[in-house]
């Protein structure tokens, strides 16, 4: 089973940018489908971003032109950029592996492989 190793997380003020990865323990593409999460104090676990099979990518409404996930395949690592960081960003970003989606997208699946999780602090 594929193991997930987040890092990148740190503090920054508004404005400011982070760069996470996810190391993944096997080869990733086109076998399981990959998210970005994040969970703040008191909050659900809410989905930030997914990337396809085929590379396509969703994301939530909240980060839409901010954030941008990417997968490196050569290096089994997922990546989330993330610009213009809000105070709300503040949470522990989980990275996720999920089944293999064909012909469609990995934005509803169940993703049931988690990473430990990494924290991202911004400061008004």
């Known amino acids: 089973q594929v193991q997930l190793v987040e890092s990148g997380g740190g503090s920054v003020q508004a404005g400011g940018s982070l760069r996470l990865s996810c190391a993944a323990s096997?080869?990733?593409?086109?076998?399981?489908?990959m998210g970005w999460f994040r969970q703040a104090p008191g909050q659900e676990r809410e989905i930030v971003a997914s990337?396809?099979?085929?590379?396509?990518?969703t994301y939530a409404d909240a980060v839409k032109g901010r954030f941008t996930i990417s997968q490196d395949n050569a290096k089994n690592t997922l990546y989330l950029q993330m610009n213009s960081l809000k105070p709300e960003d503040t949470a522990m970003y989980y990275c996720?592996?999920?089944?293999?989606?064909?012909?469609?997208?990995?934005w509803g699946v169940g993703f049931g492989i988690w990473g430990q999780g990494t924290q991202v602090t911004v400061s008004s």
């Open positions: 990337i396809d099979s085929d590379g396509s990518t």
């Open positions: 096997v080869y990733t593409y086109r076998r399981y489908c």
């Open positions: 996720a592996a999920g089944p293999r989606v064909i012909g469609g997208s990995c």
